[in-house]
C-alpha cells in the first residue's frame, strides 16, 4: 500500500538559511498534518490542512509557512533558520471525510541547522 | 504543560511477559485515542486506536484499555517480542476546524529482553 512521502530525507543547512520540506499524502487523502520532533521528546503539532485550506495551527513559528497544492503534497517553508530548528520533521495524512481519524505518518525529514 | 501524561519513561519486560503503558489526560474535549509505535530515526507508526465510548479494543497481541471516568487508557502488549523494542507514544485528538491534531505523551522507550 502507498505511505506517505518526504522529500528530502536528509537536509543540512546553515543558520539564517531557508529550507522547504515537501509531503506527499497518501492517494485519496484529503488531510495534511505537520509535527515537529525534537530529540528525545514527542512529535508537536505545526499546522494541518484540509481540502487545500488551513485547518488549525500550533506552535509554528512566524518564520515558518506552509501550504498544500491543488494535487494534495504540501510543503513547510523555514527561513532564517537557528539552531534549535533542527529536529525530525513529520508529514502524516489521513482521510477525515471518511469519519476516520487514523493519522498516517511519513518516514520524517532530519534537518540539521550548523 | 503536558496534555497527555505517559507512563512509565522506560520498561525492561522479558520475552513472553506483558507490557502495560499508561496514560492519562485532562481534557474531555479528546475523543480519539491512538497509539504509536516508532523505532529510531523512523516515523510513528499507528498501532491500535479507541474512542471514548468503547471501554476495551483489542488487535492481535495489542489491547487498549479506557477509563473514561478515570480519564485514563493503557496499552498492553501481551507475550512481548524483542522485536516490540521500540518507543511507543500515546495520543488524544482533538478536532478543531476539519482537522484533528494529535497531542502525544512523553513517550515510553520499551525494550524486551530474549
Known amino acids: 500500500a502507498a505511505g506517505v512521502i518526504q522529500s528530502p530525507r536528509h537536509l543540512i543547512k546553515e543558520k539564517r538559511e531557508t529550507a522547504t520540506l515537501k509531503c506527499y499524502p497518501i492517494p485519496r487523502h484529503d488531510t495534511v498534518y505537520w509535527y515537529q520532533q525534537g530529540p528525545g521528546q514527542d512529535p508537536q503539532f505545526l499546522i494541518s490542512?484540509?481540502?487545500?485550506?488551513?485547518?488549525d495551527k500550533g506552535s509554528i513559528p512566524d518564520r515558518f509557512s506552509a501550504q498544500q497544492f491543488s494535487d494534495y503534497h504540501s510543503e513547510l517553508n523555514m527561513s532564517s533558520l537557528e539552531l534549535g530548528d533542527s529536529a525530525l520533521y513529520f508529514c502524516?495524512?489521513?482521510?477525515?471525510?471518511?469519519?476516520?481519524?487514523?493519522?498516517?505518518f511519513g518516514p520524517g525529514t532530519r534537518l540539521t541547522v550548523l | 504543560q503536558q496534555q497527555v501524561k505517559q507512563s512509565p519513561q522506560s520498561l525492561i519486560v522479558q520475552k513472553g511477559g506483558i507490557s502495560i503503558i499508561n496514560c492519562a489526560y485532562e481534557n474531555t474535549a479528546f475523543d480519539y485515542f491512538p497509539w504509536y509505535q516508532q523505532f529510531p530515526g523512523k516515523g510513528p507508526a499507528l498501532l491500535i486506536a479507541i474512542r471514548p465510548d468503547v471501554s476495551e479494543k483489542k488487535e492481535g497481541r495489542f489491547t487498549i484499555s479506557f477509563n473514561k471516568s478515570a480519564k485514563q487508557f493503557s496499552l498492553h502488549i501481551m507475550d512481548s517480542q524483542p522485536g516490540d523494542s521500540a518507543t511507543y507514544f500515546c495520543?488524544?485528538?482533538?478536532?478543531?476546524?476539519?482537522?484533528?491534531?494529535?497531542?502525544f505523551g512523553q513517550g515510553t522507550t520499551l525494550q524486551v529482553k530474549p
Open positions: 490542512f484540509y481540502e487545500k485550506m488551513q485547518s
Open positions: 495520543a488524544a485528538s482533538i478536532t478543531t476546524g476539519n482537522t484533528g491534531k494529535l497531542i
Open positions: 502524516a495524512s489521513s482521510l477525515r471525510t471518511s469519519g476516520r481519524d487514523e493519522q498516517f
